[in-house]
């Protein structure tokens, strides 16, 4: 009975994210995006272009371009794929022509392109969550790349869009609005990655030393209160070993690190890397109960755990 329930609770949330997403992409389109004819690609950038020469509304244009695609997906999809598909074509032509009452929040197409594309990656992180698709371009582009399969989904994705970009401009007459249309497709990459990629960002450092690793290991934890992990490593040029320490830390903290290490082994060489997320203690939890900002467990110094190995084996041998 738990499985079920587990799988059902699953495709409900699955739904209530398929949901948001149609809703945030008809936000986008209806309160910033049509009324300054940005069309940044997609289907919905077709029907804002013909909706403006064209007495059809904006959502029902979509719905109409997706059905020959839908026929076509049939075939080569098959058919829970394309049911999903024009679920989600349905569902999201209904939302946009509900809300077609409301106005153009702002005149300024630099604002609407920026807010426009900010609310259609909050979207597009929504649908990539649900696992599903609208119809569209996400459509069009999985079709071609059966046929072109040497292309990636990602590459189909920017020839269909950019050609949507052109085809808006030469209707329009307008070289700014596929301009405009570039900055949102912009932002709603950036959002979209960086939401995916997480906002806790962290340097992960790797300090390679000849020396002896625990008083820079203790210095570390001590005045910098962040774990430390050591590791062995050969030098490939010389043949020789050295001790490589890992630690994660923020941003910030990184001055006060290279400050510790210069002040103990200015001949390390320290290795800097920028990491997109950390999840564990002293960063953010797996399900978000640890403070950004918690404290670290209390570590036990590096000696002190090798007398302790040692004092284990000898009770061991008694």
Do not use: W
């Not at 210095?219 to 490593?233: A, F, N, P, S, Y």
């Amino acid at each position: 009975m738990g499985k079920y329930e587990f799988r059902f609770g699953n495709e409900l949330r699955r739904l209530l994210y398929f949901v948001i997403a149609n809703s945030c992409y008809a936000f986008a389109i209806q309160l910033f995006l049509a009324g300054n004819n940005i069309a940044a690609g997609g289907f919905s950038g077709i029907a804002i272009v013909l909706s403006s020469v064209l007495p059809v509304s904006v959502g029902t244009f979509i719905f109409l371009l997706n059905i020959p695609f839908l026929l076509i997906s049939l075939f080569i999809k098959g058919k829970r794929y394309t049911l999903l598909t024009l679920c989600g074509s349905t569902i999201y032509a209904t939302i946009l022509n509900a809300i077609s009452f409301l106005p153009t929040v702002t005149d300024n197409r630099l604002v609407a392109a920026v807010f426009g594309g900010l609310i259609y990656g909050v979207g597009a992180v929504f649908f990539l969550k649900s696992g599903a698709s609208n119809g569209g371009t996400d459509l069009v582009a999985r079709l071609l790349q059966t046929h072109f399969r040497s292309m990636s989904v990602g590459k189909m994705f920017l020839v269909v869009d950019g050609s949507v970009v052109v085809f808006a401009m030469i209707m329009f007459r307008d070289f700014e609005a596929g301009l405009y249309a570039i900055i949102t497709i912009y932002v709603c990459s950036m959002v979209n990655d960086r939401i995916l990629n997480g906002f806790d960002k962290a340097n992960m450092c790797y300090i390679i030393s000849d020396k002896d690793p625990v008083p820079l290991a203790d210095e570390i934890q001590k005045k910098i209160h962040r774990g430390v992990t050591l590791q062995r490593g050969i030098g490939m040029y010389a043949g020789s070993e050295h001790n490589i320490l890992m630690t994660v830390l923020r941003p910030r903290e990184t001055y006060r690190l290279k400050e510790v290490v210069k002040a103990l082994d200015d001949r390390a060489f320290v290795v800097v890397v920028e990491v997109n997320e950390v999840l564990g203690r002293g960063f953010k939890g797996f399900s978000d109960e640890t403070p950004v900002d918690a404290p670290e467990l209390p570590l036990p110094h590096l000696h002190t755990a090798k007398k302790e190995k040692a004092e284990a084996g000898t009770q061991e041998e008694n």
